[in-house]
Nanobody
Framework: VQLQASGGGLVQAGGSLRLSCAAS????????MGWFRQAPGKEREFVAG????????DYADSVKGRFTISRDNAKSTVYLQMNSLNPEDTAVYYC???????????????????WGQGTLVTVSS
């Protein structure tokens, strides 16, 4: 499956952005989807994930209550709504698809089979 992330940009602290990740090539609903991010000089980290049908989600503690992941299987797209952004959220954000047999959100990046190219989010103070 091919993943194309978009929606990044420059935003002031306290602002919002919505990232999108469009999938193509295979049946989107077969995949658990996740968002990860990597800030300069830091390791990649899990941000949010959503089950195949969208009925279960999981978040990193640092974004709980501020970020919301959702998906539209008819459009083969997963979203990340990011509110109350702060400079610590500055990173390249990646979407990823996990084709494991079990329908649960794995926070380990190694579990994901396909990755998008990343979209840069910069939050100014």
């Amino acid at each position: 499956v091919q993943l194309q992330a978009s929606g990044g940009g420059l935003v002031q602290a306290g602002g919002s952005l919505r990232l999108s990740c469009a999938a193509s090539g295979r049946t989107f609903s077969f995949y658990v989807m996740g968002w990860f991010r990597q800030a300069p000089g830091k390791e990649r980290e899990f941000v949010a994930g959503i089950s195949r049908r969208g009925d279960r989600t999981d978040y990193a503690d640092s974004v709980k209550g501020r970020f919301t992941i959702s998906r539209d299987n008819a459009k083969s797209t997963v979203y990340l709504q990011m509110n109350s952004l702060n400079p610590e959220d500055t990173a390249v954000y990646y979407c990823a698809a996990d084709g494991q047999p079990l329908d649960f959100v794995d926070k380990r990046g190694a579990s994901y089979d396909y990755w998008g190219q990343g979209t840069l989010v910069t939050v100014s103070s």
